[in-house]
């Protein structure tokens, strides 16, 4: 296999496994962390992508993000189209397996937890109320803001870089501020892969008592990110031309 594949299979694995992990602690009944809040979901996806880039930085770049691999793909920063099959392919296969890390190492808590719009929770996002149109504009707006502030971070004018091991860090802290400041209508999704990937593991997994996987918001949370990816990308290729 191929180190980018590999490395995004690996690295998206991460992404999912501690950020669904923390939204398992959070959510599922008898968890140690149940009922500790928004703020505690937010820090552990932030270190969830900052340890993801830390894992597969210096071997695929650490894309672990569909939008982000077409983002830089549509605008012609630095990804050939030759190797978008390998990145979507390993942050789509990590992206399940990290799930289903996540199922195993909370197995006993699914049985104990009645609600199963809260074990689907776990696995992939949801609005917080259901308007396509407004939710469809808010994961457009967050993942635009993702692909901006990370290729202003990886800049080449900016003394931060993957090496000095600061952006990895920088990139969790920008997550961070994305959830907290605009998660709570849709739950930031801004991932095609952390979203379908998940999905599909709950589809599968004998989780007990679980209920639907609602297909029919799951395009939402693959498609608005994808358009919100190459609107970053392109607002970043006119502000900071190369």
């Known amino acids: 296999m191929d180190n980018i594949f590999v490395a995004e299979m690996i690295g998206t694995g991460i992404l999912v496994l501690l950020g669904d992990g923390v939204v398992a602690a959070v959510l599922l009944n008898q968890s140690k962390a149940q009922n500790s809040g928004w703020i505690v979901i937010t820090f552990g996806w932030g270190l969830a992508v ?18 982000v691999t077409l983002g830089l793909a549509f605008t ?5 189209w030759g190797d978008v099959p390998q990145y979507l392919g390993g942050q789509f296969v990590g992206a399940f397996l ?11 808590h699914w049985a104990v937890t009645e609600d199963p ?8 996002t949801g609005p917080a109320i259901r308007n396509p149109a407004a939710n469809f504009i808010t ?6 803001m993702l692909l901006l502030g990370v290729l202003a971070l990886t800049y080449s004018d900016n003394a931060a870089s993957i090496e000095s091991g600061l952006t990895p860090l920088l990139v969790g802290l920008l997550v961070l501020a994305i959830g907290l400041s605009l998660g709570g209508p849709t739950g930031y999704a801004i991932n095609p892969a952390r979203d379908l990937g998940p999905r599909v593991a709950h589809q599968v997994l004998p989780i007990a008592g679980k209920g639907d996987s609602d297909w029919n918001y799951a395009w939402l949370p693959v498609a608005a990110p994808i358009v919100g990816g190459v609107l970053g990308a392109l607002l970043f290729k006119l502000v900071w031309p190369t």
Do not use: C, R
């Not at 900052?50 to 071997?59: H, Q, R, T």
């Not at 799930?99 to 197995?107: M, N, S, T």
């Open 50 to 67: 900052a340890m993801a880039v830390y894992a597969a930085g210096s071997f695929s770049g650490a894309h672990i993000n569909p939008a």
């Open 76 to 80: 012609d920063q630095g990804v050939a």
């Open 98 to 108: 990290g799930a289903v890390l996540v199922y195993l190492a909370y197995l006993p």
């Open 117 to 124: 719009g809260l074990k689907l929770g776990v696995f992939s």
């Open 139 to 144: 994961e457009v707006i967050g993942t635009a």
